[in-house]
């Protein structure tokens, strides 16, 4: 069974920084993504970050560019988010998540069970 755990969620004033972690256990061995979403209160989920298993590749939503770097991470499987220069709008519940597609933005059929990033001003 495959299991993807997050953590480093928080509360953070807005400008300051956060670092997210997933972790993947199980026969995750064939995923070819894994990304980063979002869902704030009252909005749906979205798309946030992904990296290719093999570190080759990355994308980021716009809203994120230039603040928020993703890395494979140390697990073998997995994917750190550093999030820079946080700002209230940040403010959601972060899932990680993989894919076995071609895509990075869709198609992601892992889930976690999500953390809380909370940013205040």
């Known amino acids: 069974q495959v299991q993807l755990l997050e953590s480093g969620g928080g509360l953070v004033q807005a400008g300051g920084s956060l670092r997210l972690s997933c972790a993947a256990s199980?026969?995750?061995?064939?995923?070819?993504?894994v990304g980063w979403f979002r869902q704030a209160p009252g909005k749906e989920r979205e798309f946030v970050a992904a990296?290719?298993?093999?570190?080759?590749?990355?994308d980021y939503a716009d809203s994120v560019k230039g603040r928020f770097t993703i890395s494979r991470g140390n697990a073998k499987i997995g994917a750190d988010l550093q999030m820079n220069s946080l700002k209230p709008e940040d403010t959601a519940v972060y899932y990680c998540?993989?894919?076995?597609?071609?895509?990075?933005?869709?198609?992601?059929?892992?889930w976690g069970q999500g953390t809380q990033v909370t940013v205040f001003s």
């Open positions: 199980g026969r995750a061995f064939s995923w070819y993504a």
């Open positions: 998540a993989a894919t076995l597609g071609r895509s990075l933005r869709y198609a992601y059929g892992y």
């Open positions: 990296v290719t298993v093999n570190g080759g590749a990355t």
